[in-house]
């Protein structure tokens, strides 16, 4: 008895699939079956009213954070990978370059620890100002809302997003921008007329990548924003743990899916027109 | 004039650069100083007095944080070998074998980082509650395990495509038999990236909160969900120590990675 290659590699790859299947397929299903289903059974699209009626606020704050620190995001990553590509001062370069990955890796539950002492009204932040005279006592306010939140997501995706765009800027052809260069523009010019266009797929696909991540962080908004208004995220987590009511989570939660399917046509229409666009 | 233009650029710049140092390592240093502050109250700047005494309550053998380190090494690497059992074939099969519809498989195995996740956890614990599997080590290992997957079965196929497949022929040229050439030549020679992926899962397990939050509350108490409680407790130096504890390996990682995963293999990830 001997198997062909097409089988072997099935077998081989099935295992890995069926966790998938397991835990993200069958779940999936269930979410939308249950986002769909009404009180009595049957289609309905009852969880949507009551998820719109009561959360209506909090999909709008999460829209506004997550562009929001995406926006940021993809400025400070750009600065950061610019510099990295076209700086000169090789001090400034090297500094930089130890530096801005430090966060990678940092969960961020511990990203939000750190921003919730950092941003408080008596944080290592505010006391800073304070001792540099920029600011007196009483004028100290607390950060830890909607822009503490953006904060701790900026200050954790950049790295990961200037990681991918430096590597996308290493590689492309030095020529063209040192011609652009020996012709007098500035370097802030070169890297927006010259470089940035040709790099526009990657730092795309990693905001992408961010604006995904972003939706699906619940420690962040739990840890370092108030109750109200607060993310869908943690919503969802309110409505079962407090009500048991899956109907109306999984409702935002598909409301999350088509969010973050939005970024990504987006992002495929983008690709597509560019291939078109291509010679 | 030109010099005074030029001294002024590279002073703004390492203005710039001492904010931007600031803002990163500021809320790092928060996080060192408030695990070493014993009392520390408005109006001080800095902690009143300093002391180790919160070291060693998260470090006593009894403590709730040193079971919560074991807790969480023991599904981290429970979840390594789990990923890595299935992603080896995968990725062999993936990198190596005719495979019917590869992209598809490919971006299967990504899907489920590609959703927002708090909406599957919750439906997985439902059915784990169902299934009378909610809040044992035995359900976390899976959710961190199919999480973890993409990034083991991508690099694994990554590693065993970096292979020269001109020595695996080389070694059945000389009779061995397909089982020992993969076990004696592919395997050795794609370990390294297959250990950096094993690295990464057992970091990125290390790491889950959501999906921990919603499977094993509230008996499967990892270091995130301890973070988590001694935060909204209130206990701001437990929180800070068990995020220091954390904290640790991510850094070296980032520090170390490249040293594991060579350009080659890093070049081939997801292709």
Do not use: H
């Given at each position: 008895m001997s198997i062909s290659q097409r089988q072997l590699a099935l077998l081989l790859v099935a295992p890995g699939l069926a966790l998938v299947a397991a835990l993200f397929l069958y779940p999936l299903s269930f979410s939308l079956i249950s986002a769909f289903t009404g009180p009595q059974g049957g289609v309905s699209l009852d969880a949507f009213r009551k998820a719109w009626e009561?959360?209506?606020?909090?999909?709008?704050?999460?829209?506004?954070?997550?562009?929001?620190?995406?926006?940021?995001?993809?400025?400070?990553?750009?600065?950061?990978?610019?510099?990295?590509?076209?700086?000169?001062?090789?001090?400034?370069?090297?500094?930089?370059?130890?530096?801005?990955?430090?966060?990678?890796?940092?969960?961020?539950?511990?990203?939000?620890?750190?921003?919730?002492?950092?941003?408080?009204?008596?944080?290592?932040?505010?006391?800073?100002f304070v001792a540099l005279g920029l600011m007196e006592p009483l004028q100290t306010v607390s950060f830890l809302d909607w822009r503490g939140i953006i904060a701790t997501f900026v200050w954790k995706q950049t790295p990961f997003v200037a990681l991918l765009l430096a590597g996308a800027l290493a590689a492309i052809d030095r020529a063209m921008l040192e011609a652009g260069r020996n012709l007098g523009a500035s370097r802030l010019r070169v890297l927006v007329e010259l470089a940035l266009p040709q790099v526009m797929p990657q730092l795309l696909v990693a905001l992408v990548l961010s604006f995904v991540t972003m939706l699906s962080v619940l420690s962040v908004p739990m840890m370092v924003a108030g109750s109200q208004p607060t993310m869908l995220t943690v919503d969802m987590a309110f409505r079962i743990n407090s009500y048991g009511d899956y109907a109306t989570a999984n409702a935002l939660g598909v409301i999350t899916y088509l969010l973050s399917a939005g970024a990504a046509i987006i992002y495929l229409k983008r690709g597509m027109a560019a291939k078109e666009g291509a010679p | 004039m030109m010099r005074l233009a030029s001294s002024l650029r590279t002073a703004l710049a390492a203005f710039l650069l001492a904010a931007f140092a600031f803002v990163l390592i500021g809320p790092l240093a928060n996080l060192a100083l408030w695990s070493v502050a014993e009392r520390w109250y408005t109006p001080y700047k800095l902690p009143v007095t300093y002391g180790t005494r919160y070291w060693e309550q998260v470090f006593r053998?009894?403590?709730?944080?040193?079971?919560?380190?074991?807790?969480?090494?023991w599904i981290a690497v429970l979840t390594v070998v789990v990923a890595l059992t299935l992603s080896i074939p995968a990725g062999y099969a993936l990198a190596r074998l005719k495979l019917p519809a590869r992209a598809m498989f490919m971006v299967l195995f990504l899907l489920p980082q590609a959703f927002p996740s708090v909406a599957i956890y919750i439906n997985v614990a439902r059915v784990f509650y169902q299934l009378g599997i909610n809040g044992t080590v035995f359900a976390v290992v899976l959710v961190h395990a199919a999480h973890g997957l993409v990034y083991s079965v991508w690099i694994a196929a990554a590693a065993f495509g970096a292979v020269d497949k001109e020595l695996e022929l080389a070694a059945r040229n000389i009779g061995a038999s397909p089982l020992r050439t993969f076990f004696s030549v592919t395997l050795p020679l794609a370990a390294p990236g297959i250990i950096a992926s094993g690295i990464f899962v057992f970091l990125e397990s290390l790491d889950e909160f959501t999906g921990t939050f919603f499977v094993g509350v509230p008996q499967v108490m990892t270091l995130p969900l301890l973070l988590y409680n001694a935060a909204m407790g209130g206990n701001y130096q437990v929180a800070s120590i068990t995020a220091l504890i954390l904290l640790v390996p991510s850094v070296l990682f980032m520090l170390f990675i490249e040293r594991f995963l060579r350009a080659d293999v890093l070049a081939k990830v997801g292709a």
């Open positions: 009561f959360y209506s606020g909090d999909v709008l704050f999460t829209v506004v954070i997550v562009l929001a620190s995406c926006l940021f995001t993809g400025l400070a990553a750009i600065i950061i990978a610019g510099t990295l590509t076209l700086g000169e001062n090789r001090w400034i370069v090297g500094t930089l370059k130890a530096l801005y990955r430090w966060p990678l890796f940092i969960p961020f539950i511990v990203a939000a620890q750190c921003m919730r002492t950092f941003l408080a009204k008596n944080g290592l932040m505010n006391n800073s | 053998p009894t403590g709730d944080a040193m079971a919560s380190l074991g807790t969480s090494v």
